[in-house]
T-cell receptor
């Protein structure tokens, strides 16, 4: 595998379920990101990890819980979601956490909350 | 805080015609600017980025963008559209502070190419 991979690609879950999204980067990067992409809205940055430490948390509801066990893996744990949480969730990575560093994106997980 | 405005949520051009996608940013000092492309069912791919070197930036697939400080613009162009250019295009800004500031994305412009 190369670049940034995400699994699963599609997920349907009920409001009471618990599920996790997985992201893996094969680029040797030190920073990883979670974004939410909803229709008609700009990409929303959710979380940023730099060297496995969370450095940004943009007022995301606690029903979203990130985990970064090492610099190559990033998880987003989901529980008791709402229908408005249905969206494309994108993971990205960059060499370092900093404004000039290019972010490389995975293909995303399409989440539907029933 | 910086922001990005992409004029036109949908642009349609004929194959072989000029592509012009508009992006304006708000910032008191030159920021870092990016254009990303998203094909259906895929993530975002970097087309090009401006980091205060040359004002005319060349990217992949024949695209280029010109940074104009006086107009606070970073419009994306391609001389001749190809069917494979049909996708969603996002402009993003980072900065202007020296610290670590996140990317702010525009709402995107969907490009359609008509045969």
């Amino acid at each position: 595998e190369t670049g940034v991979t995400q699994t699963p690609r599609h997920l349907v879950m009920g409001m009471t379920n618990k599920k996790s999204l997985k992201c893996e980067q094969h680029l040797g990067h030190n920073a990883m990101y979670w974004y939410k992409q909803s229709a008609k809205k700009p990409l929303e940055l959710m979380f940023v990890y730099s060297l496995e430490e969370r450095v940004e948390n943009n007022s995301v509801p606690s029903r979203f819980s990130p985990e970064c066990p090492n610099s190559s893996h990033l998880f987003l744990h989901l529980h008791t979601l709402q229908p408005e949480d249905s969206a494309l969730y994108l993971c990205a990575s960059s060499q370092e956490w900093g404004r000039a560093h290019t972010q490389y994106f995975g293909p995303g997980t399409r989440l539907t909350v029933l | 805080a910086q922001s990005v405005t992409q004029l036109g949520s949908h642009v349609s051009v004929s194959e072989g015609a000029l592509v012009l996608l508009r992006c304006n940013y708000s910032s008191s000092v030159p920021p870092y600017l990016f254009w990303y492309v998203q094909y259906p069912n895929q993530g975002l791919q970097l087309l090009l980025k401006y980091t205060s070197a040359a004002t005319l930036v060349k990217g992949i697939n024949g695209f280029e963008a010109e940074f104009k400080k006086s107009e606070t613009s970073f419009h994306l162009t391609k001389p001749s559209a190809h069917m494979s250019d049909a996708a969603e295009y996002f402009c993003a800004v980072s900065g202007p502070n020296s610290g670590n500031t996140p990317l702010v994305f525009g709402k995107g412009t969907r490009l359609s190419v008509i045969a």
